[in-house]
């Protein structure tokens, strides 16, 4: 179902996000990577730390030539391992989740079934909700929609992991926001969406998603994320030279904050499950 030769591409975007408060941090750190995480980690991160958020690539090139201290990076399915000499942690994940109006009996879907709603080109091309078997809506239309701006991946994701072609169908709704998204789905009962993180409380309802139709479908959440394979997610990891964890260990504890991570939040970012990342600070600290 994924076109993985294409997942690099994304990995080099340029997209920003708003952030939160922010809080003090190391002197002399240089951060590389990712250049969707630039805005919501200078909103949160002091003076003392120097982003040089250029993209995925490019901030692993910095870190290797040792211009950066700690890299961010988007991990799609064919991106290389980390190599020897360098500790690598999870950070959080890019994951799209699929949402439908509260009233749609709909409560789980397979990829290839998604496919059929939202991609050109593909195995399904379902125009009713009779079409996926929803007998009590045989006749009602569904109408796809979308996230796609300049802020956010969720559009790319998409039809690089869940389209065999690649291609969106040219009816799919385009919608630049969270609020925008949910608010659509609300009011159109045959609608069914796309989007990042769901907000807690949003008028929708989540369906569950299997990579193939005989697998346990899962909904988009932390959990899920970080300990299954949810089928539409990207990686985001944090890497350092294991040679400088002594030196950097305060910056590593004041990335993985709670002021850190609550931008990240409202960035549409899936956060590390709270008992992973509280592991994960108390290793950082506790590390020789």
Same mark, same amino acid.
């Given at each position: 179902?994924?076109?993985?030769? %294409?997942?690099?591409?994304?990995?080099?975007l340029g997209v920003?996000?708003?952030?939160?408060?922010?809080? /003090?941090?190391?002197?002399?750190?240089?951060?590389?990577?990712?250049?969707?995480? /630039?805005?919501?980690?200078?909103?949160?991160?002091?003076?003392?730390?120097? !982003?040089?958020?250029?993209?995925?690539?490019?901030?692993?090139? /910095?870190?290797?030539?040792?211009?950066?201290?700690?890299?961010?990076?988007?991990?799609?399915?064919?991106?290389?391992?980390?190599?020897?000499?360098?500790?690598? !942690?999870?950070?959080?994940?890019?994951?799209?989740?699929?949402?439908?109006?509260?009233?749609?009996?709909?409560?789980?879907?397979?990829?290839?079934?998604?496919?059929?709603?939202?991609?050109?080109?593909?195995?399904?091309?379902?125009?009713?909700?009779?079409?996926?078997?929803?007998?009590?809506?045989?006749?009602?239309?569904?109408?796809?929609?979308?996230?796609?701006?300049?802020?956010?991946?969720?559009? *790319?994701?998409?039809?690089?992991?869940?389209?065999?072609?690649?291609?969106?169908? %040219?009816?799919?709704?385009?919608?630049? %926001?969270?609020?925008?998204?949910?608010?659509?789905?609300?009011?159109? *009962?045959? %609608?069914?969406?796309?989007?990042?993180?769901?907000?807690?409380?949003?008028?929708?309802?989540? !369906?569950?998603?299997?990579?193939?139709?005989?697998?346990?479908?899962?909904?988009?959440?932390? *959990?899920?994320?970080?300990?299954?394979?949810?089928p539409l997610k990207?990686?985001?990891? !944090?890497?350092?030279?294991?040679?400088?964890?002594?030196?950097?260990?305060?910056?590593?504890?004041?990335?993985?904050?709670? *002021?850190?991570? /609550?931008?990240?939040?409202?960035?549409?970012?899936?956060?590390?499950?709270?008992?992973?990342?509280?592991?994960?600070?108390?290793?950082?600290?506790?590390?020789?």
């Amino acid at each position: 179902m994924m076109r993985i030769s %294409s997942v690099c591409q994304l990995l080099l975007l340029g997209v920003t996000f708003a952030g939160g408060a922010r809080i /003090q941090a190391q002197d002399s750190v240089v951060i590389a990577g990712s250049d969707f995480l /630039q805005a919501p980690l200078a909103s949160v991160l002091g003076d003392s730390f120097a !982003l040089d958020m250029r993209g995925s690539y490019p901030g692993l090139i /910095q870190l290797e030539k040792g211009e950066a201290d700690i890299g961010l990076f988007l991990r799609g399915p064919d991106y290389p391992p980390t190599a020897d000499g360098y500790t690598e !942690l999870a950070y959080g994940y890019l994951g799209i989740a699929v949402v439908a109006n509260r009233s749609n009996p709909l409560n789980e879907i397979s990829l290839d079934r998604l496919a059929g709603i939202f991609g050109s080109g593909e195995e399904f091309d379902f125009l009713q909700w009779g079409d996926l078997g929803l007998n009590q809506w045989a006749d009602r239309g569904i109408r796809g929609a979308i996230i796609e701006s300049s802020n956010n991946l969720i559009t *790319e994701i998409y039809k690089n992991l869940g389209l065999q072609s690649g291609s969106l169908k %040219s009816n799919i709704s385009r919608v630049s %926001s969270s609020r925008q998204m949910t608010d659509l789905i609300r009011n159109e *009962e045959g %609608s069914i969406g796309l989007m990042g993180r769901v907000p807690p409380g949003a008028p929708v309802k989540q !369906l569950a998603l299997s990579r193939e139709r005989s697998d346990t479908p899962l909904v988009a959440n932390e *959990e899920n994320l970080h300990f299954t394979n949810y089928p539409l997610k990207l990686d985001l990891v !944090l890497i350092y030279r294991e040679e400088d964890r002594e030196e950097l260990k305060e910056a590593l504890v004041a990335l993985f904050s709670e *002021e850190a991570t /609550q931008a990240l939040v409202e960035s549409g970012i899936f956060p590390l499950p709270e008992p992973v990342r509280a592991r994960t600070i108390l290793e950082i600290r506790m590390a020789e």
